[in-house]
């Protein structure tokens, strides 16, 4: 079961990586990894209640338990430090990074902006 996802992985990097290569024209067909049912753990390891389906996740926010939605992807609403999801009700910033060590999980990054 590991190997395979590890092969999987591998995959998709080969994938986007062929289509990087071909220019800019073809960024319009991007294959989009789906983390549905992923796992997703924290800056520090600790497990996080999460809803996985395609290529976002829904959560509670880390501060006030509301809840977020972030997309995987450079260009995406919580796919990175530049573009991360925001709460709606305390405006805590996360974002969202498969995790290259550890098949099939999630690690949500959070800070606070004041
Ligand atoms: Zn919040």
Redesign the pocket.
Known sequence: MMALEVIQSQAFIEVWSAIRNAGRDALDCVPVMTITDFSCVDERDRPVPRDAIDSSVAFS?P????P?LATLGTDQHGGTPERPAR?R????ECWIEVDRLTPQTIRLFARSIS
Do not use: Q
């Not at 009700?89 to 805590?92: I, V």
């Open positions: 926010c501060r006030c338990a509301h977020m709460c009700k305390c405006r805590f």
